[in-house]
Nanobody, 128 residues
């Protein structure tokens, strides 16, 4: 099974940027759906962005469209999430995940239940 290690979280002020990384233990291109999820205190884990093979097969939650970009470096088996114009409501623990290919509307599903493999999580805190 694929193992994931995510990193890159931190504390920033409103409007700042962070880039999260997720290193996979094996080749995932074309084999797994990949995604970033987040969980705020007292809230359920939610899908932020997913990617199948390229930028043309991505999904973004409405709350992050135009601010976040998911991408992958297949040579490095690494998934990224570039987060710009961060807001306090973006605060939470961010997790990368991998799962069997499950596509709807041309992109991987954003539901946590469809992803069996998870990173350990990285904290993102945005202060006002």
């Amino acid at each position: 099974q694929v193992q994931l290690v995510d990193s890159g979280g931190g504390s920033v002020q409103t409007g700042g940027s962070l880039r999260l990384s997720c290193a996979a233990s094996e080749y995932t291109y074309g084999t797994y759906c990949m995604g970033w999820f987040r969980q705020a205190p007292g809230k359920e884990r939610e899908g932020v962005a997913t990617i199948y093979t390229s930028a043309s097969s991505t999904y973004y939650a409405d709350s992050v469209k135009g601010r976040f970009t998911i991408s992958r470096d297949n040579d490095k088996n690494t998934l990224y999430l570039q987060m710009n114009s961060l807001k306090p409501e973006d605060t939470g623990i961010y997790y990368c995940a991998a799962g069997p290919i499950a596509i709807s509307g041309g992109s991987c599903l954003p539901y946590p239940s469809t992803y069996p493999y998870w990173g350990q999580g990285t904290q993102v805190t945005v202060s006002s």
